[in-house]
């Protein structure tokens, strides 16, 4: 089993920045990847970006540009850093773990972007 938690959510005024944490913990050993996904009130969940046990990282386009992924080995820990935020990037952002055919959650942490 893999344990994932997210943190670092919180309220941010348009055109700020953030940094959300994401630590596995557990049975860590030969995750594949880890993921970056957010979820709006009244959406569907949206993939921001994952990053391979190989260090490959791949954005795709909700927040291309304004956003980077990267990890600290030492710490099991995956981050997203935000910039340039806006009203619409309000939601609850979610981590994962894949580990061969099993996805962990983690259960969110809350983004809120005041205009």
């Known amino acids: 089993q893999v344990q994932v938690e997210e943190s670092g959510g919180g309220l941010v005024q348009a055109g700020g920045s953030l940094r959300l944490f994401c630590e596995a913990s557990?049975?860590?050993?030969?995750?594949?990847?880890m993921s970056w996904y957010r979820q709006a009130p009244g959406k569907q969940r949206e993939l921001i970006g994952t990053?391979?046990?190989?260090?490959?990282?791949n954005y795709k386009d909700v927040m291309k540009g304004r956003s980077i992924i990267f990890r600290e080995n030492a710490k099991n820990t995956v981050y997203l850093q935000m910039n340039n935020l806006r009203p619409d990037d309000t939601a609850v952002y979610y981590c994962n773990a894949r580990k061969f055919q099993s996805v962990y959650w983690g259960k969110g942490t809350l983004v809120t972007v005041s205009s």
């Open positions: 557990g049975s860590i050993f030969s995750i594949i990847s």
């Open positions: 990053i391979t046990s190989d260090g490959t990282i």
